[in-house]
């Protein structure tokens, strides 16, 4: 199993980006899915989950509002459009899958990507 993301880069304040982040090896339509962030100096913590269905969705307080995460089981993958982004949200961000269909803020996912640096420059 192999979870790649693609998406990041540099973004100025109240820009946007749209992560993107696909599962390969075996079929994750079953699956919850989340997306993560570690920023310097801090430890890993949770941005958004979609639960097998795409139906149910959970964010972190301070990106409500401002970022989307979907999901298309056909293909295998997840997005997270990111909206109104903030100098705070500069961090790695780590997309993660589990065979469980149900969300988990906590890091407890099967497989992990490598990630992919977002920064916001203000």
């Known amino acids: 199993v192999q979870v790649v993301e693609s998406g990041g880069g540099f973004v100025q304040v109240g820009g946007s980006l749209r992560l993107s982040c696909g599962a390969s090896?075996?079929?994750?339509?079953?699956?919850?899915y989340a997306w993560f962030r570690q920023a310097p100096g801090k430890e890993r913590e949770f941005v958004a989950a979609?639960?097998?269905?795409?139906?149910?969705?959970y964010y972190e307080d301070s990106v409500k509002g401002r970022f989307t995460i979907s999901r298309d089981n056909a293909k295998n993958t997840v997005t997270l459009q990111m909206n109104s982004l903030k100098p705070e949200d500069t961090a790695v961000y780590y997309c993660?899958?589990?065979?469980?269909?149900?969300?988990?803020?906590?890091?407890?996912?099967?497989?992990w990507g490598q990630g992919t640096q977002v920064t916001v420059s203000s």
């Open positions: 993660a899958v589990r065979n469980s269909p149900y969300m988990a803020k906590s890091p407890t996912y099967d497989y």
């Open positions: 979609i639960n097998w269905s795409g139906l149910n969705t």
């Open positions: 090896g075996r079929s994750f339509s079953s699956g919850a």
